[in-house]
């Protein structure tokens, strides 16, 4: 598969694809603004234009001329400064997220970076090159530190993983021509291409949540008078249209449909819990987070955030802030939270469900071992503490000149975390259900498909959860 960035938008499915190993090409139109973006930042060097990181210094330094004759090492001296980050490496598929987002924003022309410059990092992506980019370090007024990280292996330098192996990058050497040591690091690419792998993992934890809710209903509607279809009813979701609420209800009533639980005359408490009765909204809350992410994401891969901006209409290069995400930002934090209220509810239903199983345990009949239940009750305390804002926690760098950052990168891998707790709570949460169906009489189920072979034969209760979340996202 071959992604090709033309002058169109470039959404998040691109994204997980060039990040799953997909090759890219920049078409023609795209190599003529190139050209046209850099014509414009050779006639300000021509002008003698005052212009951030071109003709004047960075940070503090801002106003602090460079010598004409100093370009070059000033350049080297960029991307080397730069190169601050620590940390676990991010893997493979962030950083070809992250290289390929900082390549369409090349593409969009407001860079100014010369054709070429791109061209190495379509090489890099379609050679397979992964670069080391230390995880820590950037704040968020772009992701200087893993931009840098990657920009370092596309001119030579850096270092790569190589079968595992961390060994010198060795690519072809690429002089830094004036104002593009700025250039490749003025953007967030970092939370941009790794939040579209992050949106991937959330959509399908969404999902998820909604087929653990079904198999619990059916669970705990075998062994107690549960397990009431009402809430899911459409007449209920009408009356309260949100699309997360009604796509939730909906996947619910399709995946218990055939089932024991609509069998007419069917004896069911008049009410389950709130942990049950208000799964549509619980979940539907978490979809409807997924689809205003994809939104913010989509706006920033069709933006042109570098600073200073290349304006190929006007001819000028503008001092800006497009790098302050704070959008973004905050869309990452309200994710958090709606992990955190989707793991506490389905935390609650497999505490009822642990119960039902407790006599089964206690004649050895069980499969899952109860303490399971704890491992879930523990992951909802970190998520509750994940979803705490971290975005206004920043403080003031570069000589108190950049006295703020959207910390995007932090509250990006914040999500991360509770994206995986999130799907072991559910993992959890469906496995109880599993044994307990095993546990039960004869019925038909609306969830056989997932029901068969989640509890297998896997050797402990780390690998059982692991193989259900499997399952859980396809």
Known sequence: MVVRIGLEPVGTDEVVAVANGAAVELSAEVLDLLARSRGVVEDAIERGDAVYGLSRRLGAARDEPIDPAEQAAFQRRVLANHQGGIGE????????????TRLVGFARGGSGVRPELAAAYVSLLNDGVYPVVPSRGSVGAADLTHLAAIAAVVTGGGSVFVDGVIVAGS????????????????ANSYSVGAGALLLEALEQTADAADRSVALSLEASGLHSPSGALSPFDRAIQEAHPLPGQARSASAIRRLVEGGFLAEPGRVASVQDRLSVRTAPQLNGALHDV???LRASIDVELASRSDNPLV???????????NFQV?????????????LAHVASASERRT????ALLAPFRATGAARLPGLSWYSASAAVAELKHLANSVTLASTSLSGDVEDHASLAPLALQLAERSVRLTQEVLAIEALHAADLIGLGPTAALGTRAFVDGLIDDAPDTDAAVRAAIVRLTA
Request: hydrophobic share 50%; charged share 20%.
């Open 89 to 100: 490496p991010l893997s493979e598929r962030q950083v070809r997220a992250t290289a390929f």
């Open 171 to 186: 690519r072809k050497p690429i002089e830094l021509a004036p104002h593009e040591g700025l250039a490749v690091l003025s």
């Open 290 to 292: 997924a689809v205003a």
């Open 311 to 321: 304006d190929v209409d006007s001819g000028r290069m503008i001092s800006g802030g």
């Open 326 to 338: 704070v959008s973004l930002a905050l869309a990452l934090e309200t994710a958090r939270g709606a």
């Open 351 to 354: 505490a009822v469900l642990s």
